[in-house]
């Protein structure tokens, strides 16, 4: 049985763990020279979980967690499931939780950064409505490998 519920501050560490893996697996060319900077991206993330206007969320089932999203009243920050789950509905579920969220808001669009060479999440977002804008930036996180800007409009 999966359970969806807030993260805590405890939970930062395997959240880390699944993006990590999901990264290496999605763009492994981006840090093909480097290792993943594990500890800046925890470091990151502890930032982000103090700030109040990110939403974290995260999937829990009896292996421990397999998923999480975070997001803001108009970001889409993160949203990753665990290798082991990739084959169920789990990350549009968590994925959904986000959609919830933008819909009952004022937003009309909703933005999202994703990595370039990652063409499996880009094809996940366009094929749910996600067009990209052809804005791109460096990741504030070493390597700083490419980012490539979605935008979701929302129906009112």
């Given at each position: 049985m999966i359970?969806?519920?807030p993260v805590?501050f ?5 959240l ?7 990264t290496l697996?999605?763009?492994p ?9 594990l500890a800046?991206?925890?470091k990151?993330?502890?930032a ?6 990110i939403?974290?969320t ?13 997001y803001?009243?108009d970001?889409?920050r ?6 082991r789950m990739?084959e169920?509905d789990l ?5 959904g939780?986000g959609?919830?969220?933008w ?5 009309p669009r ?7 060479e990652d063409w499996q999440s880009r094809?996940?977002?366009e094929?749910?409505g996600?067009l ?6 460096r990741?504030a996180?070493a390597?700083h ?10 129906p009112i």
């Amino acid at each position: 049985m999966i359970e969806i519920r807030p993260v805590q501050f405890a939970d930062l560490p395997a959240l880390v763990d699944i993006e990590r893996a999901a990264t290496l697996a999605g763009a492994p060319q981006a840090y093909a020279d480097t290792e993943f900077p594990l500890a800046q991206h925890l470091k990151a993330t502890e930032a982000e979980f103090r700030d109040p206007w990110i939403t974290f969320t995260l999937a829990e089932d009896e292996q421990g967690v397999c998923g999480w999203i975070k997001y803001t009243e108009d970001q889409l920050r993160y949203v990753v499931v665990a290798d082991r789950m990739r084959e169920t509905d789990l990350l549009d579920e968590l994925y959904g939780e986000g959609l919830r969220h933008w819909k009952t808001g004022a937003v009309p669009r909703v933005w999202l950064w994703v990595i370039a060479e990652d063409w499996q999440s880009r094809a996940y977002f366009e094929t749910h409505g996600w067009l990209p804008t052809q804005r791109t930036r460096r990741s504030a996180l070493a390597p700083h490998p490419v980012l490539a800007e979605y935008l979701l409009t929302l129906p009112i």
